[in-house]
């Protein structure tokens, strides 16, 4: 079986550059994703490192950061979506849209006028000259 695996990685690679190139498509989010991740396994391995021992514990905690890692891939699809979501969400609320129709009553509202109805209010211009 072993063997089966290094003709075919084999093989694999000796075809690999007779193809044409193709460039890779790299989302924002797999690239948070795993930038974030590298991140916090480097600081925990300078951490556990940094007294030139390493503990059953550190090396546990190490292996369950890994194991965190691969049910963060097994749900990659469900967790891009919900983030998708959310960032969507914050970024309507940011522009002054709600993305709900509960909030909406279908009536724009344009803040100039409004500033320029409470300057006339007043008698005074808003704008100093």
Not at 84 to 99: A, I, K, M
Request: charged share 20%; with cysteine.
């Amino acid at each position: 079986m072993f063997w089966t695996w290094l003709r075919l990685a084999a093989a694999d690679r000796s075809t690999a550059g007779s193809g044409p190139v193709k460039a890779v498509k790299l989302s924002h989010w797999a690239l948070l994703r795993d930038s974030i991740f590298y991140t916090f396994s480097i600081m925990a391995l300078i951490a556990f490192i940094y007294d030139e021992k390493v503990c059953w514990w550190e090396s546990l905690v190490l292996i369950l950061m890994y194991a965190v890692y691969i049910l963060i891939m097994k749900f990659n699809n469900r967790a891009h979506r919900y983030f998708d979501r959310l960032n969507r969400s914050s970024v309507n609320l940011s522009n002054g849209l709600t993305g709900s129709t509960d909030l909406e009553d279908n009536v724009t509202c344009d803040a100039t006028a409004v500033l320029l109805k409470k300057g006339s209010l007043s008698g005074q211009a808003s704008i100093a000259s």
